[in-house]
């Protein structure tokens, strides 16, 4: 144990586990890459006020979980709590929203922090796979992305995950809602910090978790009652879209979001094994975003997938993970064979074939336990009497043959055998 521990609300990836991350981000990017998504990285700090703005002041994530400081230069920063509004400015700020080439279709990868208070599945440092299609009213467009989360999900073996759907209403719309949310709120028996919600972003309290506001909450207008006939028809033709491509959803109209910048589609991707974390993803539209951050109407629409809580779901389905041993090949040199089994690990390697060695100078049986360890395929044992008559023992760790091969043809013979 060092002095020294890992801060509160993270928590380090270390093999064996660290390899299911990776195959979690691989497979929600998969889909993202076959569909027109080019990758794009952005720092993970930013000027603090992108995410004011952007995410929103009333908002927990930016009032309360922010990572928030100052540079030694005076400049006002933030750790990214989210990949939206980065993406978003720095494809602004690459002029990649010129006219005749929209949408501009971008996915991402990344750690993410919050200063919540942590829990299982909620930490302060976090991992998501994101994907936004910036610059298009398109409902195809929101229907692709909910269907490529849909095709990620599946391809890892996750099941029991559902789909929440909704409509926030558009800047026509949602403010008639909100005036009348906002009278039915005022009559309710809520506290003091409620009300303050209330008054800054009353539809956040729908979302509240608590049995007694809930309970106030039956018989408040709903959103679905409002909603122009522009959003109707917009949400309609999602719905269709995803429903033609077979991807079961509920409609659920109390779905709000954490975040500010969200207009008509919203949605959220639940898994019932996780507990009260129970969101694996979430995204929607953000028509306005643009906008509020000093850019042009740029109408787009996006997601983020949790990838920690993603690996979560599977443990709590049961899936094994397809994912093939890191090593086929383990060299195990004895007395003075280690310069010649290092240079066929090189030329190995060099051939594509994930090799690796005993290091450290072990005995027989210490070296092969760490081939066998290792998860490879077939090892190759070589001493000073084997190297005398020019041959090592390729052995086979699945079947336990054991076979002589020349030097100078085990590269052909594994590459072969491993094809
Ligand atoms: P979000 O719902 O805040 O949306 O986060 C997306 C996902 O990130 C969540 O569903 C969850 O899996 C994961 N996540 C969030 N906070 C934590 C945490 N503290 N610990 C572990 N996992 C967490 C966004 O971030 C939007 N930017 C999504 C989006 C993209 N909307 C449009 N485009």
Redo the contacts with the bound molecule.
Sequence with gaps: MSTFKAPKGTYDLIPPVSVKFLAVREAIAAPLRNSGYGYIETPGFEDVGLFARGVGESTD?VSKEMYAFETKGGDQLALRP???ASVLRAALEASLHKKGNLPVKLWYSGS?Y?Y?RPQA????H?S?V?A?AIGAEDPALDAELIILADQAYRSLGLRNFRILLNSLGDKECRPVYREALQSFLSGLDLDAETVRRAEINPLRVLDDKRADVQKQLVGAPVLRDYLCDACKQYHEEVRALITAAGVAFEDDEKLV???DYYTRTTF??VHDGLGS?S??????R?DGLSEMIGGPALPS??????V??TVLALEAEGVELDIPAATSVFAVALGEAKPVLFGLVTELRRAGVAADISYGGKGLKGAMKDANRSGARFAIVAGDRDLAEGVVQLKDLESGEQNPVAVTEVVEVLRAQLA
């Design positions: 994530i989210e990949g939206t993410y919050r919540e599945g909620r930490y302060r976090f998501q994101g936004e979001r954490g975040l959220e991707f974390q969101a694996v993803g979430g995204g929607g953000y629409v996006g997601w983020a997938l949790g920690d809580r």
